[in-house]
């Protein structure tokens, strides 16, 4: 069943093996979808997983086709063609984690397909969205683990009965993010550190290094261009003026910034921005 993992997974729900392994995909069995799915919950996994053993995609990408939706019967509201899943992704993560850590897989495997799972409702639309997401986008998820999030979206919508694993939008997304591959996304690729803030600032360390970097990396995220020394250092002068609850409440915005290419808030977008 190696090169059939879709029916070894069915051929434990038929054998009634399935609840004693992962009884919470076993919960999604006959649970109906909103109009723009063509299968139920549990089909929809299945199809998204054929797909992946299809292309041949690796175990973290299987895995998470397998399980991206596993949240949604625990919070869909409504019935019929209206169905919604609002945050599935997020509570699906929280599951996913739990569910591989009881299977014992390795810490670093549970890691990548839970992050995987969290984002794989992102959004992202040309014209609609820009660099600056795109970068966000790739901080969240890791450099490393786009070209598998991107296999995720394209067995999701295989999984959801469209017709192209890869339309236009995700072709235009591959070639934004090739493109901001240099710019920084992490405070490690800051022309600062948190040295330079401690002695520009005559500080020692503690939480108000931390902030400012923060601070710091939301601006360069939106402007790559910002990204050195001599504008990085100004604005930690700046920012060293600030009160502790000033830098605190600017350190937590940045950080929380919601793109809008990282999420989908609900099922009713797939109508805009997936169903062709």
């Not at 995909?25 to 992946?52: F, M, R, W």
């Not at 997020?90 to 984002?119: C, H, P, W």
Request: aromatic share 8%.
């Amino acid at each position: 069943m190696a090169d059939k993992p879709a029916e070894g997974i069915e051929l434990l729900r038929e054998l009634n093996l399935l609840k004693y392994i992962a009884p919470e995909l076993l919960e999604n069995y006959g649970v109906s979808q909103s109009k723009h799915h063509k299968y139920d919950c549990y089909q929809h996994a299945i199809k998204s997983l054929e797909y992946t053993a299809k292309k041949k995609f690796n175990m973290h990408v299987r895995l998470a086709a397998l399980l991206h939706d596993i949240a949604k019967p625990k919070v869909k509201v409504g019935e019929g063609e209206n169905a919604t899943f609002y945050n599935h992704e997020i509570v699906g993560a929280k599951m996913t984690f739990q569910i591989l850590n009881n299977l014992k897989f390795s810490k670093k495997d549970v890691e990548k397909i839970t992050k995987l799972v969290r984002f794989h409702l992102f959004y992202y639309n040309v014209d609609e969205v820009g660099e600056a997401s795109v970068r966000r986008l790739v901080k969240n998820v890791g450099p490393e683990n786009m070209e598998e999030l991107l296999q995720v979206r394209q067995a999701d919508r295989i999984g959801s009965g469209v017709p192209k694993a890869e339309p236009y939008k995700l072709r235009h997304l591959k070639y934004l993010i090739e493109k901001i591959s240099g710019d920084p996304i992490s405070a490690k690729m800051l022309k600062v550190n948190g040295e330079d803030i401690m002695k520009i600032l005559e500080i020692k360390p503690g939480p108000k290094v931390g902030q400012i970097l923060d601070i710091l990396l939301g601006y360069v995220l939106d402007d790559p261009k910002k990204n050195t020394k001599e504008f990085l250092e100004k604005e930690v002068a700046k920012l060293g003026k600030m009160s502790d609850k000033e830098l605190k409440e600017m350190a937590e915005k940045s950080k929380q910034e919601k793109s809008e290419i990282e999420v989908k808030q609900d099922e009713m977008t797939k109508q805009k921005y997936w169903v062709t």
